[in-house]
Every structure is written in structure tokens, then in C-alpha cells.
């Protein structure tokens, strides 16, 4: 029997305190917080009607797997609670396998950890009108897609809903958080992305750019939660068809993406119905990325 598709949940008993774009967040206790990743699917920062079948399994299976693998570079939000501990409702613990954790409740820095390898979105853009990507100057003369000598971190703000996130300098987050913590940040960001892309890269998938949240204990200690370079916090390339010049097709929702582009439709809410056709195909696309990202090495 195939798994229910969720758009929004309403949990029997729990206190939903936040709905994003994807995921429910409802209170498990003073310390800790319940996760579901919903099948909703957003583009230009507008929920779509239609949700994506297994999206929010596919997320949920993939930051769980990067969450155990990156415990040797900073430690996670993750609790390893049972489901049951929280939620009891037979029908809701049904419906919640496998797309749903229970981590432990931190303060959530305010900015966006976005890590790029590759000169693609509004990186490209930004390197195209100054050279440089949120303060970091760049060689001159690369192209779209081009591999940059080297990682860079390039933070960005939390846009409220609805909005856009805006890239920042260093400069800038060493104002909202602090020098230390700013550094701390970027150091666990760029190992993060390093030792993904290796393991990526050995499957068939480049790891163009991604982003991470970061949130502290009562300790201070940095903590990685949110979601772990799932096809919705990254840009995955397929090795095979990537070329500098050239934008190659993600594993995620750019056909989505693609397609809204040909309507007339001015990317404020609501958004509009996607084609079954359309649907389905996204659906394949990430869980082709679920398969490669926790495959063997090809």
C-alpha cells in the first residue's frame, strides 16, 4: 500500500506552533519540538496547491542520512525519540512514518549558512555585476556553472514568508551574531559541504551549492538542525551532463520552476495547478536523488 500523500497535518492532541513552506512544527515538551515534512512543494516563495507524492519522505530520509554521517563535524538536532513517545493517535502515527523526527528545541541563529562550489542563481548574478559573491571576490572571466577555486560561504538573511532571503557579507553576520560565532559558522558550513560533495560527486551528483541552518543549546554549542543538503535546501547537478556554460538540470523542482516561467502568472499567492504529467516527474526526480545520495559509489 503506498503512503498517504500530506499536504497539511492537524495532529490530535499536539500544539502546532509553526506551519512553513514545507514542514509542520508542533511542541513535544519544553525541550523538544516534533518535524513533519509535508509533500508541499514552493516556488518563488509561494506554496503550490498541488503537493509532490513522497517529497516529504524523500527530505525526511535524506537529512537523516547526512545528520548521522556529519556527527564527526558538529553535532545535530536530532533526538532519536521514538514517534510514539509523542504522538499517540494510531492514524496519525500512520500517517507521519517516515516523514517526521523529534529534535531537541535550540535557538535557531538568524541567518541562512549558504555554501557554493559552483557559480549558478543569484551567486551568477551577483558575480555578474560585481565580481564577487556577497563580498568575496572571484577570479575573473568564469562562466554560469563554472567550479570556483575553492568553497565559499555566502550567508544569507531569514526572509519572513512570503519573502525573499537577501545574501549578505561576512561583515554583516559578524554584526548579527558575532565575530567568533560567524567563523564557527562558516568553518562547520564549508566542512559540511567538502565532505558531502566528496560522497556525492562518487555517486554521480555535484553538489553545486546548498544551505544550512544553525541553532545553539543552552551550552552554546553550534548544532546543526532545519533539513541537511536535501534537493530543497541544494543544487544537485548530474555529473554525467555537466559542462561550465551551461545550467544543468537539478534533481529537485526546476521543472517546476521552468514551467511557471511560461505563464502569466505574477509568483504571488496563490500559485497555480500543476499538470499530473508535471507532478509526477518531480516526484521522480527526487527520489532518483534519494536513491543516489544513499546508493554505493559508482
Known amino acids: 500500500m503506498d503512503a498517504p500523500t500530506v499536504f497539511r497535518t492537524s495532529l490530535r492532541g499536539l500544539e502546532k506552533i509553526h506551519e512553513g513552506k514545507v514542514r509542520d512544527i508542533y511542541a513535544a515538551g519544553p525541550d523538544a519540538l516534533l518535524i513533519v515534512t509535508t509533500d508541499r512543494l514552493s516556488a518563488f516563495d509561494v506554496v503550490l496547491p498541488d503537493p509532490i507524492p513522497g517529497k516529504g519522505r524523500v527530505l525526511n530520509r535524506i537529512s537523516e542520512f547526512w545528520f548521522e554521517r556529519t556527527r564527526h563535524i558538529i553535532p545535530n538536532h536530532l533526538t532519536g525519540r521514538p514517534l510514539d513517545s509523542v504522538v499517540r493517535d494510531p492514524a ?86 558575532g565575530s567568533e560565532l560567524a567563523a564557527q559558522v562558516r568553518t562547520s558550513a564549508i566542512a559540511l559541504y567538502e565532505f558531502a560533495s566528496a560522497h556525492a560527486r562518487a555517486r554521480g551528483i555535484l553538489i553545486a551549492d546548498t544551505k544550512f541552518e544553525f541553532g545553539l543549546d543552552e551550552h552554546g554549542t553550534l548544532t546543526l538542525i532545519d ?8 543544487r544537485f547537478w548530474p555529473a554525467d551532463g555537466y559542462r561550465p556554460g551551461v545550467s544543468p538540470p537539478s534533481f529537485d523542482k526546476q521543472f517546476v520552476r521552468d514551467y511557471l516561467e511560461t505563464l502569466d502568472w505574477n509568483k504571488r499567492a496563490p500559485g497555480p495547478k500543476l499538470p499530473p504529467e508535471l507532478i509526477a516527474r518531480t516526484s521522480e526526480k527526487y527520489h532518483e536523488a ?3 545520495l544513499t546508493g554505493p559509489a559508482r
Open 92 to 177: 496519525d502515527l500512520a500517517l507521519l512514518e517516515g516523514r517526521a523526527v523529534i529534535v531537541k528545541r535550540l535557538k535557531a541563529l538568524p541567518i541562512e549558512a549558504v555554501v557554493r562550489g559552483y557559480l549558478a542563481g543569484s551567486g551568477w548574478k551577483d558575480y555578474q555585476r560585481t565580481g564577487s559573491v556577497c563580498g568575496v571576490a572571484l577570479p575573473a572571466g568564469l562562466t554560469l556553472a563554472a567550479r570556483l577555486p575553492e568553497p565559499i560561504f555566502t550567508p544569507a538573511t531569514k526572509a519572513a514568508a512570503g519573502e525573499h532571503d537577501e545574501n549578505i557579507s561576512f561583515a554583516a553576520t559578524e554584526q548579527l551574531i
Open 227 to 234: 533539513e541537511a543538503l536535501t534537493p530543497d535546501s541544494s
Open 290 to 292: 534519494l536513491r543516489r
